[in-house]
């Protein structure tokens, strides 16, 4: 079968996008182009890819207004900017000729890559994506893909576009060594990760743990203030480079609701409690209440929410530590199998097996 060639847009919010190119990258199913804004991040972007650094679309210091026309946009501005952005983006394509050009994610460029004449697969999300916007690109796409499986998906995607969506869900990571709970004075320890792309009250943080003094509280990512004392069982970590170390010594982790927090707290084989943070479209809260109803993760509306922490980190410290893994992942293979079909659908039209 011929090497497809795809070019991967990830937004430049937050780092999922381009982890999620990564897990394309290390395939190595295809020759590969990334484009993204600002110079490679060696630390996420490895192996052997083309990478093409656009530049930013707003000026220092100026804000990312939404500038929608009619809703049938997210984000339409006008000026010199935005044109030598799009003009970069034409010259990459032209020069590399993909096959298909996948989305993560924006609906401006989706429209953009269709009609300068290529393929195109655009990344379908959790969330209330009802809108103008989001229905256009699902109906100008040669095919949508996610990052979980179909059952995690919403029936009524599943109703009007079901037939061209690729559920990928999330390669399982290697089996990693995992620590036993250390605890301190024999107390139980829970470990919180924030989002690289936000930060979380660490007042209502302390709250939880001194309604909870029989378990240890550790923080790994931002918090939104840092009062001059911190209660005895409480720990900030701050923003690290690997938190997998602190989040697998935990017996219970608290997670926000994102694609890739879930996915690092499923890897930790522990009992998760999930807390939404507030996204566009409702994505986290979404996505949290999807994997509590079909794979009984519990979830807390938000960090507001009364909670007795002492009796709610005893029950979920009970849970099914597999749950989160088992809505989630499948085997490197299959997503690898996936990937590939979801290509040569996206290319041809034609699903690998039948050129079998």
């Not at 052997?48 to 339409?76: F, K, N, Q, R, T």
Request: with cysteine; aromatic share 8%; hydrophobic share 45%.
């Amino acid at each position: 079968m011929t090497r497809r060639r795809v070019s991967y847009y990830a937004h430049h919010f937050g780092t999922g996008h381009l982890r999620h190119a990564q897990k394309v990258a290390a395939s190595e199913l295809f020759d590969l182009q990334v484009t993204s804004t600002g110079p490679r991040n060696g630390s996420l972007l490895t192996g052997a890819l083309e990478y093409v650094a656009l530049d930013p679309d707003v000026g220092s210091g100026e804000p990312e207004a939404d500038s929608g026309i009619d809703a049938y946009l997210h984000y339409a501005p006008t000026g010199e900017l935005i044109q030598q952005r799009f003009a970069q983006l034409n010259h990459a394509w032209r020069q590399f000729k993909p096959d298909v050009v996948m989305v993560d994610v924006s609906v401006e460029v989706a429209l953009f890559a269709r009609l300068s004449g290529y393929r195109v697969a655009f990344r379908r999300m959790p969330g209330h994506r009802n809108d103008k916007a989001h229905q256009l690109a699902y109906e100008l796409a040669d095919a949508l893909f996610a990052y979980y499986p179909a059952e995690l998906e919403d029936p009524k995607h599943l109703d009007s576009f079901g037939y061209k969506s690729h559920y990928l869900a999330v390669a399982e990571p290697q089996a990693n060594t995992i620590a036993s709970p250390l605890g301190q004075g024999g107390k139980r320890k829970v470990v919180v990760q924030t989002s690289l792309a936000s930060a979380i009250s660490l007042e209502l943080v302390v709250r939880a743990a001194n309604d909870s003094p029989d378990w240890n509280w550790e923080i790994v990512g931002s918090v939104e203030s840092s009062p001059t004392a911190l209660p005895s069982n409480v720990l900030l970590h701050g923003v690290v480079a690997d938190p997998l170390p602190i989040l697998r010594s935990a017996d219970v982790i608290i997670s926000s609701a994102g694609h890739n927090a879930v996915v690092a707290a499923a890897s930790c084989h522990r009992p998760v409690l999930l807390v939404p943070e507030e996204r566009p479209f409702a994505e986290q809260r979404a996505f949290a209440q999807t994997l509590q109803r079909n794979a009984g993760v519990e979830m807390l509306e938000s960090w507001r929410a009364t909670a007795q922490w002492q009796h709610l980190l005893a029950r979920i410290s009970q849970g099914d530590p597999e749950a989160l893994g088992k809505a989630l992942f499948v085997a490197p293979a299959d997503f690898e199998r996936k990937l590939l079909d979801l290509v040569q659908v996206c290319a041809t039209g034609i699903t690998e097996e039948a050129m079998i």
